[in-house]
């Protein structure tokens, strides 16, 4: 079978989930299948890659297996990954081509590099082109996401500060998982037989809350369907980008009721400036139960820009999110109130649109108690009249350059983190 495109299903998950099992199963069970792969791995010498080739009818020197290694595709390799994809379309037919990515890739970049190409490529587009006949991005269409989760490690790594260096950036294994959850379709969660049916229950619960859009499937030893992976058609950027559940609590905040194993989520707004010691004071003793916050605030003495607040699992950031309406020119913000004429009702005559959103999802979550919480680190009516600029604030700052509102912002976090009043300095 040839075809106009080909569907590329990516998978993800962190180190040891088993995605190189769900890999293996598939080409194993589904010879029928013209299925090329892309292994991707971190380390010297690509292990992922010679399991694959060794229980499968692939070789290692076959076109079919395309290695990538030294580097993750989400960061340093996406020229090299789009490299690969020419060379693969280039060697023969195939019908469906899976990449797997490296444990701590993050799908989000993957799917960009697919879908948007390329803009740092070593090969150059024209030149393929021309010696080819394909436009590389037109022959290829990302599919699926498929992040695979470890059932029996999920609890332990979800609280997990064990960092690794993801490009540049050193992540923790708690906050990759998460965002591996947030952007996905399908969630395979594998490790099924290790785990007792309850468990399985608590953390289903906590996945569809940190992302309601995708099908959750339970497997064992990465055993699926491939017609849950393969050419499901079911990736939307747009989509994909807007399903975590924060921000579809942030665009639709409701007070979520209960779930059978306590996960709710909760959006806490306020029209009064934190003040920032208390406020850090609170990020300091983040209560544990509180596994995702994201959202923007507003911090006294700030007033040119919002903060935005990103908290995973046990790490907690906090980044600039990005000029207030408020700050704009005159003519700019005019057109922000013809595009956006509900910014009228929360417009405030003095302050105009500076104030906080935080959206809180977590387990056994007592609402009243963290909103008192976060209430307490609001300006009382005295703290209102004084001297703003007076106040000890040892968040970072950053270069208020940036024009973006905070729903648009950017962030770019400075890492915090929350164990132990010495560790926790938002300061440098
Ligand atoms: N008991 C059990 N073990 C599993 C299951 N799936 C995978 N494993 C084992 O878990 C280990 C890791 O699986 P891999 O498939 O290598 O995981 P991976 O995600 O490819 O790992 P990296 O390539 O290191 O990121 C292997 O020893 C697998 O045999 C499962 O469902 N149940």
Not at 223 to 230: C, H, K, Q, R, T
Not at 381 to 400: L, Q, S
Request: net charge negative; proline share 4%; aromatic share 8%.
């Amino acid at each position: 079978m040839s075809r106009e495109t080909i569907p590329v299903t990516v998978l993800s998950g962190n180190l040891g989930a088993g995605k190189t099992t769900v890999l293996n199963n598939l080409l194993s069970t589904r010879t029928d299948l013209d299925v090329a792969v892309l292994v991707n791995d971190m380390g010297e010498v690509n292990v992922d890659a010679e399991r694959v080739a060794e229980h499968s009818d692939i070789s290692e020197d076959d076109e079919d297996l395309i290695e990538l290694s030294n580097g993750c595709i989400c960061c340093e390799l996406r020229g090299d990954l789009l490299d690969a994809l020419a060379k693969l379309a280039q060697a023969r037919e195939f019908d469906y081509l899976v990449i797997e990515s490296t444990g701590v890739a993050e799908p989000l970049p993957v799917a960009q590099t697919l879908t948007m190409g390329f803009d740092q490529g070593d090969l150059d587009p024209t030149e393929f082109y021309e010696e080819t006949g394909i436009e590389v991005m037109d022959y290829y269409e990302l599919d699926t996401t498929v992040t695979v989760v470890d059932a029996h490690q999920f609890w332990t790594t979800f609280d997990s500060k064990e960092s690794l260096m993801d490009g540049d950036t050193e992540k923790d294994l708690g906050s990759l998982l998460i965002e591996q959850i947030e952007f996905c379709d399908v969630l395979l969660l594998n490790k099924c037989d290790l785990v007792d049916e309850e468990t399985l229950g608590e953390i289903e619960d906590m996945i569809e809350v940190l992302q309601p859009r995708a099908k959750i499937i339970r497997t064992e030893h990465g055993a699926v369907d491939p017609g849950e992976i393969l050419d499901t058609g079911r990736f939307d950027f747009e989509a994909a980008s807007q399903s975590a559940g924060w921000l579809r609590e942030l665009q639709q905040p409701h007070e979520s009721a209960e779930e059978e194993h306590g996960v709710t989520s909760f959006v806490y707004t306020s029209r009064r400036p934190f003040h920032p010691e208390r406020f850090a004071e609170l990020l300091d003793s983040f209560p544990a139960n509180v596994v995702r916050s994201k959202g923007h605030f507003w911090l006294a003495g700030r007033e040119e820009m919002a903060l935005g607040l990103n908290v995973a699992g046990r790490s907690i950031r906090v980044g600039s999110a990005g000029g207030w309406i408020a700050t704009l020119p005159e003519n700019e913000r005019e057109s922000y109130f013809e595009a956006n004429p509900e910014l009228e009702e929360i417009w405030d005559d003095k302050w105009g649109d500076r104030g906080t959103q935080l959206v809180l999802i977590g387990t056994d979550m007592d609402h009243d108690a963290l909103r008192t919480d976060l209430n307490t680190a609001l300006l009382t009516d005295e703290e209102m009249d004084a001297d703003w600029t007076a106040f000890d604030d040892r968040f970072p700052t950053w270069d208020d350059g940036d024009s973006a509102t905070p729903e648009e912002g950017t962030e770019e976090p400075t890492e915090t983190t929350d164990d132990g009043a010495e560790e926790v300095g938002l300061a440098d």
